[in-house]
């Protein structure tokens, strides 16, 4: 199947810093990039959806200005945690859809686990 | 609001069983319902799909059913081994076609040897 990456794998930051989270589809383009948002114990909840070239579509809930979603090509997506505070410490992974790979399956990429101190 | 709702409570089964997990979802009516393995600290990979014209769809070990008078689906891992251990996700689609997904918490199986 096809194959996300996602870099950092881990990062820790002080609060008030910016953290930029890359995720890229290695092998096939993507259509469609979504970001997700899961804390311990919990179910993945799904913060935006973007298409390459477009703006990102966010959840209910969802700060757009504090979660910044650039989808420039068809393989990277990344997400920028604007101002982080310890509340925003979470596992973050994104996942890509694509044309011609079973159609509605999403592959994911391996997570990347955000520390704000 | 929709709602998932899959065993919080980690299922526990000896090798060579058959699993059993309970996905029961309200408030919507899901075109199709998907699947996911998910380990530790890793993202979740896509096991199965399953339209809401399926009763049932099997792949090797795994057979998903779905019913979708009770909104209800079954996973089921056959013939269980100890690398079957991970925490499983339910994932309804919000609506037809490409649409999104909203996932339940998972329930953890553990299978011991």
């Known amino acids: 199947g096809a194959v996300v990456s996602q870099h950092p794998s881990r990062v820790i930051c002080k609060s008030g810093t910016s953290v930029k989270i890359e995720c890229r589809s290695l092998?096939?383009?993507?259509?469609?990039m979504f970001w997700y948002r899961q804390f311990p114990k919990q179910s993945l909840m799904l913060m935006a959806t973007?298409?390459?070239?477009?703006?990102?579509?966010?959840e209910q809930g969802v700060e757009k200005d504090k979660f910044l979603i650039n989808h420039a090509s068809l393989t990277l997506s990344t997400l920028t945690v604007t101002s982080a505070h310890p509340e925003d410490s979470s596992f973050y992974i994104c996942?890509?859809?694509?044309?011609?790979?079973?159609?509605?399956?999403?592959?994911f990429g391996p997570g990347t686990r955000l520390t704000v101190l | 609001s929709q709602k998932i709702e899959q065993n919080s409570e980690a299922l526990n089964i000896q090798e060579g069983k058959t699993a059993t997990l309970t996905c029961n979802y309200t408030?919507?009516?899901?075109?199709?319902l998907q699947w996911y393995r998910q380990d530790p600290g890793r993202g979740p990979v896509f096991l199965l799909l399953?339209?809401?014209?399926?009763k049932e769809k099997r792949k090797e070990r795994l057979k998903v059913t779905f019913d979708t008078t009770l909104k209800q689906s079954l996973f089921h891992i056959t013939a269980s081994q100890p690398a079957d251990s991970a925490t499983y996700l339910c994932?309804?689609?919000?609506?037809?076609?490409?649409?999104?997904?909203?996932f339940g918490k998972g329930t953890m199986l553990l299978v011991s040897p």
């Open positions: 994932a309804p689609a919000r609506g037809s076609g490409y649409s999104t997904l909203t």
């Open positions: 399953i339209r809401e014209n399926e």
């Open positions: 973007s298409n390459e070239g477009s703006k990102a579509t966010y």
């Open positions: 092998d096939f383009q993507a259509t469609t």
């Open positions: 996942s890509a859809r694509f044309p011609g790979q079973g159609l509605h399956e999403q592959f």
């Open positions: 408030n919507y009516s899901p075109a199709y």
